[in-house]
C-alpha cells in the first residue's frame, strides 16, 4: 500500500505562481514514472507532466514554458513548479506514480488549484 503527502495547493491571482509537492511512501513499491495530472469540474482527467527515474520528462502541450516537474529519487517525492498560472489551469492536481511498462501503480488524493482574481 503507497501512502500520499501532497502539498503546495491553494488560491492564486492570474500570473502567480505555485509550487507542488507529492511525497510516496510504502514497501516493496517500483516507481519509474511519476507524474501530475488534473481535472477541472466537468472535465476528464489529463496529463500535465510526467517523468522518469532518469529524469526524461513530457508535458502537455497548455503548460509547456510555463511547468516545470522535478523529481528526488531518494524521497520518492515529485514536485511541479507552476508559473505564469491562468485561469484555465483551476483544477484537481493528482499526483500518479508508474511502473516501467507505465501502468498506474496508485493515485494520491489530490490537491485543489484555484487560479482567479
Known amino acids: 500500500q503507497v501512502q500520499f503527502v501532497e502539498s503546495g495547493g491553494g488560491l492564486v491571482q492570474p500570473g502567480g505562481s505555485l509550487r507542488l509537492s507529492c511525497a510516496a511512501s510504502g514497501s516493496n513499491i517500483n516507481i519509474y514514472f511519476m507524474g501530475w495530472y488534473r481535472q477541472a469540474p466537468g472535465k476528464e482527467r489529463e496529463l500535465v507532466a510526467i517523468?522518469?527515474?532518469?529524469?526524461?520528462?513530457n508535458y502537455a502541450d497548455s503548460v509547456k514554458g510555463r511547468f516545470t516537474i522535478s523529481r528526488d529519487n531518494a524521497k520518492n517525492t515529485v514536485y511541479l513548479q507552476m508559473n505564469s498560472l491562468k485561469p484555465v489551469d483551476t483544477a484537481v492536481y493528482y499526483c500518479?506514480?508508474?511502473?516501467?511498462?507505465?501502468?498506474?501503480?496508485?493515485w494520491g488524493q489530490g490537491t485543489q488549484v484555484t487560479v482567479s482574481s
Open positions: 517523468i522518469s527515474s532518469g529524469g526524461t520528462t
Open positions: 500518479n506514480l508508474q511502473n516501467v511498462l507505465g501502468g498506474s501503480i496508485a
